[in-house]
């Protein structure tokens, strides 16, 4: 079946650093792709997505390729701050509108 | 618009008691999920509703869980007859189809403790 792996945690980064957390996923058809985030004490919030192979999705500062010859759908960010610590979960969209999401991936950044 | 709701917030019941959370998505969003997530694990899916047809229903779902989604507005997810097991986070999401696109926007959460 479809699903979701994603880089395991905690990360720990100190501000302005480059960030990566790996996604790849398992899906038959053309999955769309996202990325969410859950700030300490908030509900999950969209960050970015990705409808079809080679779309870059993008927010905050933050992006996110759609590769379908690697099966991947790595978040990246130049230069983290504090204020982006949250945990955060890649998902995909299957053809019939179900969500699989990954195991999330905690990020603190450290001043 | 003040974004999807659940309620309650959290839920404490004994085991083999009945709980029913509901949840009212964001208005004119036709589309409606329902999710459980326990610690240290990403959202599984549990159902969606387009309107009032419940279209999709995870092999995760036990027959004691029921969803309903009566006029296509608000939606209830009852629990019958609860197990320690169920304890976990419930969240509900809501979206409106668009071509090509189907954010979703998540409820806060009802937390439930089975004892």
């Known amino acids: 079946g479809d699903s979701v792996t994603q880089m395991e945690g905690p990360v720990t980064l100190s501000e302005e650093a480059f960030l990566t957390i790996n996604c790849t996923y398992t899906?038959?058809?053309?999955?769309?792709l996202f990325w969410y985030v859950q700030y300490p004490g908030e509900g999950l919030q969209l960050l970015l997505k990705?409808?079809?192979?080679?779309d870059k999705g993008s927010n905050k500062g933050f992006e996110a390729t759609y590769r379908k010859e690697t099966t991947s759908f790595h978040l990246e960010k130049g230069s983290v701050q504090v204020s982006d610590s949250a945990v955060y979960f890649c998902?995909?969209?299957?053809?019939?509108?179900?969500?699989?999401f990954g195991t999330g991936t905690s990020l603190t950044v450290i001043p | 618009d003040t974004g999807v709701s659940q309620n309650p917030r959290h839920k404490i019941t004994k085991r083999g008691q009945n709980v029913t959370f509901r949840c009212d998505p964001i208005?004119?969003?036709?589309?409606l999920y329902w999710y459980r997530q326990t610690l240290g694990q990403g959202p599984e899916f549990l159902t969606y509703f387009q309107n009032e047809a419940q279209l999709e229903k995870s092999r995760l779902l036990s027959d004691r869980f029921s969803a309903e989604r009566p006029k296509g507005s608000f939606s209830t997810l009852e629990i019958q007859r609860t197990e320690q097991g169920d304890s976990a986070m419930y969240l509900c999401?809501?979206?409106?189809?668009?071509?090509?696109?189907?954010?979703?926007?998540f409820g806060p959460g009802t937390r439930l403790t089975v004892l």
């Open positions: 899906a038959t058809g053309y999955p769309s």
């Open positions: 999401a809501s979206s409106i189809r668009l071509a090509a696109s189907d954010t979703q926007y």
């Open positions: 990705a409808t079809k192979a080679d």
């Open positions: 998902a995909l969209r299957d053809t019939g509108n179900q969500f699989y």
């Open positions: 208005s004119e969003h036709n589309r």
